[in-house]
């Protein structure tokens, strides 16, 4: 008998602005289809979306933060140590990953950024107004040829439209968009499908 796991649906978008109109309905969609959520654990849209699907009474997944970090070295008893630094996760965060990856923002895209763990991590990336460190997100799932979901509302990625990220990748449908909280859920689960994934389980 073929076993299924739960699908882990990676919310990205802005660490300082929250859009609470996209990114609490967001949080609420992903919990009450039954998936994990995953963010890059900080503030901004990943910790409105991450309370949104805590506070959503029948959700049955849990909440992971991938967290950036930094590791230096030290000399203790004349041997040498490493001295791990974390950055601290948003109050909803259950479920902690601490990484030694410092890199964000306008460097999302380098080895050392935490953006590849929460690019290749989520099952599905659904994308929401952002900066540099949301572009780079965008562009490393397009890289990793992954889909994606747009939501968006009125705003942008780093100043450039829904429209930018459809036309770059309409020859392979990498990209979909979704404009109200219903044809989010619609995208989501036709995106996860009858697989091996579930979020009813």
């Avoid at 609490?24 to 699907?53: D, I, K, N, Y």
Wanted: hydrophobic residues 40%; proline residues 6%.
């Amino acid at each position: 008998m073929a076993r299924t796991r739960r699908g882990i649906v990676g919310i990205m978008g802005s660490a300082s602005r929250s859009y609470p109109e996209l990114s609490h309905p967001a949080g609420a969609v992903v919990a009450r289809l039954g998936f994990h959520l995953l963010t890059g654990g900080g503030g901004g849209v990943m910790a409105e979306a991450s309370r949104a699907f805590c506070e959503e009474p029948t959700r049955r997944g849990l909440c992971l933060g991938i967290l950036k970090g930094e590791v230096s070295r030290s000399f203790r008893d004349g041997r040498e140590i490493l001295i791990h630094h974390s950055s601290e996760p948003n109050p909803w965060v259950e479920i902690p990953i601490r990484t030694h990856l410092p890199l964000s923002g306008l460097q999302g895209r380098d080895p050392a950024s935490r953006n590849h763990l929460n690019v290749l991590s989520s099952d599905v990336l659904l994308v929401l107004p952002g900066e540099a460190g949301t572009l780079s997100e965008v562009t490393l799932r397009l890289d990793y040829g992954l889909p994606l979901i747009l939501f968006l509302g009125t705003h942008g990625i780093a100043g450039l439209p829904a429209d930018h990220f459809l036309a770059l990748a309409r020859e392979v449908g990498q990209v979909r968009l979704a404009g109200t909280p219903e044809e989010l859920e619609a995208l989501l689960v036709q995106a996860f499908g009858e697989g091996e994934l579930t979020g009813t389980g």
